[in-house]
């Protein structure tokens, strides 16, 4: 896979895509990318991941301390995936209605396969999900698959759970979540 390449435009070339904060990178984050990067080969697409910046919590005043840099999340996707798309996140991005955000990735992005972590939800009011993406994909030609919750010790790997553990000091089950060293 070449070098990973960060675009703050469209990719220059059809994708299969994911969506995410992607602020820790877990386990689970990793099988979505995954997941993606083998779609994209058996389709002969490019891989990208798709994160936003701000964080969104910090758009609408939570509380946020990074856990990774985007250099950190940079070294981390290199050689997962071909390209790391980065959006703004704005209060109106926030708004768009899924339909028009589904049109966003297929015309802007050039999204032809998109995978999505179990529960995954968009749009003004989150009202967004597999269910719609999976109709609105079919209807368009670009396939959905929505890849399960990873799970550790029987709980969700989440990066809320990793921050928990942090604050617990539990550092050997964070980092079996990360699925590395920290």
């Avoid at 389709?43 to 509380?63: E, I, K, N």
């Avoid at 981390?76 to 991005?93: I, M, N, Q, S, V």
């Avoid at 919750?149 to 550092?171: K, P, V």
Wanted: aromatic residues 8%; contains cysteine; hydrophobic residues 40%.
């Amino acid at each position: 896979m070449p070098s990973l390449q960060v675009l703050t435009g469209p990719p220059p070339r059809d994708v299969a895509l994911t969506i995410g904060k992607f602020e820790s990178l877990h386990r689970g984050h990793l099988r979505l990318i995954g997941a993606t990067t083998a779609t994209a080969r058996a389709r002969g697409l490019a891989s990208a991941v798709l994160s936003f910046a701000p964080h969104p919590a910090q758009v609408f005043g939570q509380d946020y301390t990074p856990l990774l840099s985007p250099a950190q999340q940079a070294t981390l996707l290199e050689g997962r995936t071909d390209y790391w798309l980065t959006r703004p996140f704005t209060r109106a991005f926030a708004d768009t209605p899924p339909e028009a955000f589904c049109d966003w990735l297929y015309t802007h992005l050039r999204c032809r396969a998109l995978v999505v972590g179990e529960g995954f939800r968009f749009g003004r009011q989150r009202m967004g999900d597999t269910t719609f993406l999976a109709a609105w994909g079919a209807a368009h030609g670009m396939t959905v698959e929505s890849i399960p919750h990873q799970h550790e010790g029987g709980e969700i790997i989440s990066t809320s759970r990793i921050r928990r553990l942090l604050a617990a000091n539990n550092i050997t089950e964070a980092e079996i979540c990360l699925g590395r060293k920290i």
